[in-house]
């Protein structure tokens, strides 16, 4: 079965091996990459809070020279622990791979006072900092990337969306650059990691969309798998 994984790099190669350990026939074709917010890097640097928080690897990469590395960073999952550790942060705490999770799970942990500094997306999905905030905890957000669309040029998209392929879809930046970039009558299965980034998903789409149990790669697979039993 063809799956097209749209994620950029440093996860993109990741993705591709372990589609490729499963027997996938996959394409790496990255719709969008991040960059960094002079701005809001610098900002950071100025900042003096009690722990970091990252619900993006590309946040890190964006920041992570401004960073204090002595402090403490919560992370949404595993793959942003990751990056944090190899940033050279040693107290490394981690969500469970979803942004509402991850508020819960500081709010749960950590004493109320504690002072937070969200290195986030210009885009990013509501929820997280909603949470925090209901809960009266004190969050600074700074903007420190951006994501902007990749354009493959027309020929490209044709040839590579053609015979029903499985596509990976790991955010509504990805799932808009999509719909920009392919026509809405072109048959794909949208794979989703969450409602959210279906919901970026125009109407054609939707019908055939599956939007994985768990909000992370490891439930994109297992919902491929489904699709792929399916087919057989």
């Not at 919560?74 to 990751?82: K, L, M, N």
Request: aromatic share 4%; hydrophobic share 45%; glycine share 8%.
């Amino acid at each position: 079965m063809r799956v097209i994984v749209t994620r950029p790099e440093p996860g993109l190669s990741r993705t591709m091996a372990r589609l490729g350990a499963e027997g996938y026939d996959a394409v790496a074709l990255p719709l969008t990459r991040a960059k960094s917010l002079g701005d809001g890097v610098k900002a950071v640097q100025e900042m003096h809070p009690d722990v970091y928080v990252a619900t993006s690897a590309a946040a890190l990469d964006a920041a992570a020279d401004n960073l204090d590395l002595t402090l403490p960073i919560w992370t949404v999952g595993p793959a942003t622990a990751q990056r944090a550790r190899k940033a050279g942060f040693a107290d490394v705490r981690q969500g469970p791979g979803e942004g509402q999770g991850l508020a819960r799970a500081i709010i749960e942990t950590e004493v109320p006072d504690l002072r937070l500094l969200y290195l986030a997306g210009r885009e990013r999905t509501a929820g997280f900092e909603d949470i925090l905030k209901a809960a009266g905890r004190a969050i600074d957000v700074v903007e420190v990337y951006d994501v902007e669309q990749i354009d493959h040029g027309a020929d490209l998209i044709a040839n590579t969306f053609t015979g029903n392929p499985a596509v990976m879809l790991y955010s509504g930046g990805a799932a808009r650059a999509l719909a920009d970039q392919v026509l809405h009558e072109t048959a794909i299965i949208a794979v989703c990691m969450s409602e959210n980034v279906a919901a970026s998903l125009p109407e054609n789409w939707l019908a055939t969309c599956v939007v994985a149990e768990a909000p992370n790669e490891d439930g994109m697979l297992a919902a491929l798998a489904r699709i792929r039993n399916q087919r057989r």
